[in-house]
C-alpha cells in the first residue's frame, strides 16, 4: 500500500476520545476560525505541509464515522485495493442524495435556499466558469463533506480553488448581498454562514474540471445502506447521470429527471415548497 496520512481533526477532549484510533489525530482545539469549520483547518494544514507525491492524505471531520459508518480500516483498504491507479477516493455519506439530485448544489439549494446563487455569484468572482444549474454529477465525481482521500495533485488543485473562495468569502465587500454570510441551520442544533456548505462542495468542482481519476468503494457505489427497492433506484438515477456524462445524449438525462419526479417529487421540491 502507498503511503497514506489519512487525519480526523478534533476540537476538545470528548471528540478526540470519539476519534477513530486508526486516524492521525490533527488538533484544532483553539479552533481559531469556527466560522469556517474544517475549512480552516485544512487549509492550515495544507499551508505548513509539504505534500510527498507518492502519498495520499484525507483530513475527516469528527463526524465522519457517524455520517458514514465506515471506519479507518475500511478507508486503508480501500486505499491499499485502489492505488495508485485513483487519484482521488471518495467516501461520501449520503450517498442517496449525490445519485438523487443533479449536483450537489441543486442539493444545497434544496436543503440550503439561496445556496446555488451565492455560490455561481461567488465562483464567477474568483474565474472559476461553471454553470452550476447545468453541471451534471454522479457518485464517480462528486462528495460530500471533504470526505475524500486523495493525492498531492487533487489536494494542490482544490488548495488553489479555496484559497481563492476563502480570500474571496473574507475580502469581497459583495459576499453580504449575495448570501455567504447568512446563517443556516445545520444538524438541527447548530447554525453556519452559507459560506462553509459551499466550501464542502468545492472538491466536487475540482474532480468535474479535471482529469483526475476517482474511485468509488462499491459498498458505496452500490447503495448498500438502503433496501433493495430504493437500491435499485438511486443506482438507476446514477447510472443515467453516468450514461449522460460519457454520451452527452439529452436522452438520459430526461429520464433521470422524470424517474426522480415520479419517486421523489417531495425530496426535490424547494424547501418549505
Known sequence: MPAAFVYQIFYDASTRAAADSGFIPLDNAQNARPDWAELWVILSFLARTELRDDAYYGL?????????????????????RAAPAADALLFSSFTDDLALFQNPFEHGERVHPGLLDASQQSLDAIGLKVDLRAMVTCLANSVFSNFIVANATFWRQWHKVALDFF??????????KIGLLANVAHDRSL????????QERLATLVLTKSRLAAFVPEELAGF???????????????????????????EYLALFRTLR????????APAGG
Open 224 to 250: 448498500t445502506r438502503y433496501d433493495i427497492g430504493h437500491r435499485r433506484l438511486y443506482v438507476t438515477l446514477d447510472l443515467l447521470k453516468q450514461k449522460f456524462l460519457t454520451t452527452g445524449n439529452q
Open 167 to 176: 480570500h474571496f468569502a473574507e475580502n469581497d465587500p459583495r459576499v453580504g
Open 261 to 268: 419526479e415520479e419517486h421523489f417529487a417531495d425530496r426535490i
Open 191 to 198: 447554525r453556519y454562514q452559507t459560506k462553509v456548505f459551499i
Open 60 to 80: 475527516f471531520s469528527p463526524k465522519f464515522g457517524l455520517k458514514t459508518g465506515l471506519d479507518s480500516s475500511f478507508v486503508y483498504r480501500t486505499i491499499e
